[in-house]
Structure formats: C-alpha cells, structure tokens
C-alpha cells in the first residue's frame, strides 16, 4: 500500500505523526507552498522567508534519509495555490492508496481536511500532533466542570505530569512560581548581549529574493533577515540563550529598552511552533541546568512556564472554544486599526519603538505586545478581528492556534473573562516604569490630561467610563472603578474630551 504523507509547514519535526512507519520504498511525503496560506493575511515578509525555507530545508533533510518527497514551490506554474489542489494533483502523480496526515493548528485547516474525507478518491488518516505535552482530549477533561479556566492550575498540572522542576509531588524550590521577581526594569544605561543572528544560506536567498518579488506590497523588511530555518540553527539559537540570556531572562523578562528588541529573551518560539525544537527537549535542558544550579531557578521557573504552562494553555483553550471563540467581542469594540500599526509611525514613542521592532525583526517580546500594542488596542476600543489579523500577520511565530487566544483574551478582554480574570489595562506609568521608552517622547506619563498628557493615561480612565456595565463588578477591578468613581465631573469631562480628540486622529 504506498502512502501520500501530506506535511504541513508548521510540522517539521522528523518525529511527527505523519512520517511514523513511513516505508521508504513506497511512500512519498508531499509538501506544499501555496499561495492561499501565504496571503489569506498580509503575513511580514520575513514570516514567510523563515516558514518557507524552513520547509524547504527540512525537505533536503528528508531527502538525504532516503525519502521520496514530492516537494511543490510556490513559483512553480502548476501550482494551483490551494493545498487542495496540490493533494489532488500529487494524488494523481503518485497513484497512492491512501493519505496519512498530522492534525493542523488551525480551525479552517482542520474543516479543509474533514471536507477532504468526503471528496478525496482514497481514505484519509489524519494523526494526533502528540509533540504537545496536553494532548487536546487531556485539556478538555481538565476544563470539565471548571467556572474558571485559569493557566496557573494547568500549569501545576503539567509540572506534575513532565516531572519538569519537581520533587516528588513538591515544586522544585519550593514554590509554583517565582513571577513576583520577575518584574524588574533594567539598570539605565544598560548594553544586552548581542544576541545570535544567521545569515541566509543559497536556499533562504534564493527565497528571499522570491518574496521580494511576490510580496513586495506586504508590510515588513524582509531584510537583514537572521532567523534559524534549520534544527541545527535552532539548536544553536538555543545554545545562545542559554549562554547569553538565561542569567537574566528571569529578571528583566518584562523590561522594555528602546533599539534593543531581543534583551535576554529565548527568541526560539517561531522554531518551537513550526517544530524545528520540541517543548520537551528545551524544558528538560533547562530542568537540568536548574537542578546542577548552573542557571537561577526563577528564570529556568519563568521559561518552563511559559513552554509547558502558557503555550500549551493557550492551544488547549483554543481548540476548546473554537470556532466561536475568534468572533468574541464581549466590550463591543468596533474602532478600525489606526494606519500607523502598519508603518511604526506615530508620535506615541512605546508605540512607535515596539512596532518598529516588529516591522524590522518579524519579533517583539511578551510584554511589548502585551503591555503596549494590546494595551493600546484595548484601551482604544480596536476591533478584536483586526487586531487577530494584525498579529497573526507580523510575528514569525503566529499561528492562529496561538495568536488567537493571546490577543483575544488576555489583550483585548474579547472573550468576556474566559482567559484573564481582569483586563490587562494599565496607564502610561507601567510602561514608563518598565522601560525608557517615555524619555524624549511628545508625551509625559505625568501629565494625566491635557496636549502633553500621554494619551494611555486619559485612555485608560475612558475605558473604564465607557465599559462600566460590563467591568465595575468585577471583583478585581473594585479599586480602579472606586477612584473613577471618586473624580469630580471636571476630570471626568477632561478625560472624555481628551481621549475623544486623540481618538479622532487615528
């Protein structure tokens, strides 16, 4: 019985479900780059790059295993652009008895290839993607029941079921979670390391140069480009955090500096999504190097967290609440995605800093998406499918599975609470505090109202004004809405001229 493998970019990993029991003389792995999946949002430039050569390099690797890989390149003339039409056309070159196929990431994926169980001309198998440590029927027993589906509590769970940081039954250390020292700022004048880049081989040029040519109207440099497209790169990205960031990752993983985009971040997400590295072997390395106190047990704490913890969270929430979770949009909020989100330029400095790091690296760490892009976008009432849109489509390591849930729900409060038990809205004295963005900007994080208030302080309090009904009983928000409460009508009318005229120009 020969086998079409049908391999999906995000599932380059030699172990993966659909290459199990692959017999080399009779089966054939296909692979695809088809124009739908590289435009159904303006995805940077360099997020295609990486994802394409990173498939094609791991083709080349299948290759030299002696595999027979049916390999379709997007500039190729007969590429029909859909991955339906490509299974059908390798359907009929290859004559094969049946598909076998891995589980997507995505929702509109996975209804694509249940459609295809009903049309293809031979079964198809489609396998679990067991390189997550929760399988989704794991997640779905443990939400069972659940009022509250809180990341803290999974995580415990999955630290339990990896052995990652444990002793016995006790938290490694003796605490779940050392969060509370992780919130520093950075020193003032402080240099980062330089942190490992890579330059492109023939084949990432050769990809390079064809996204220039197709995407010339998409938004993003596509150069210099630096990211690892192969598993041995990825390792060596690894190795470098390892070396050059995990001794303060924990620290400043919330710190925020001006032209410094990496800081001390592992910057391996875009390789752990497209399977390049697995969440295993990272956590297991970084449970090895905490235990022989080589690294600071509340940043080897706060990187497992954020593997084992948030990332598989966020997939199992995900698969869980799909597909009515991506049209969430509990606030109401209906404002357009200002121009500026697409060119960095705004007067707004945080603003302008953490989209320009976008733009230029395809990259901008937690808090710079959480804390400034999201917080804006909630505080300024952005439509919830817009702002979904834009992240999927400027971070290399943005798939739906994982975007969605993120920006949703912990940035935007889309889902009503779902996720985060309180909106994630600050004034501009976080950022002030956490970074040296408001030094040398039009606005002061000072001033609350007035031209040189910055506007995330007078936004912040309209927010609250304009969703009272849905926020003033949560629990959580009792203190904010007290002292709203307690402003006289001159602030108040301050506050709503303000933030209406800035809201006006964008």
Sequence with gaps: MAVLRFLLGDQLTRSVSALRDLDKKRDTVLMVEVADETTYVPHHPQKIVFILSAMRHFAEVLKKDGINVDYVKLDDPKNTGSFTGELQRALKRHKSDSVVMTEPGEWRVLQMMQDWRETLPVPLTIGEDDRFIASLDEFSAWAQGRKQLRMEYFYRDMRKKTGFLMEGDDPFGGAWNFDAENRKALPKNHTPPKRKRFAPDPITQDVIALVKKRFDSHYGAVEPFGWAVTRTDALKALDDFIKQGMESFGDYQDAMQAGAPFLYHSLISAYLNVGLLTAEEVCARVDRLARDEKIPLNAAEGFIRQIIGWREYVRGLYWLKMPDYAAANALGAKRALPAFFWTGKTTMNCLHQCIGDTLENAYAHHIQRLMVIGNFSLLAGLDPKEVQ???????????EWVELPNVSGMALFADGGVMASKPYAASGAYID????????????????TGSKACPFNYLYWDFLARNADQLSRNPRMGMPYKNLRAMDEKRRQEIARDAAAFLKTI
Aim: glycine share 4%; proline share 4%; with cysteine.
């Design 389 to 399: 849109d834009w992240f999927l489509a400027v971070y290399a390591d943005a798939f």
């Design 433 to 448: 505090r956490m970074s040296d963005y408001c030094q040398g900007c039009t606005y002061s994080p000072k001033e609350r």
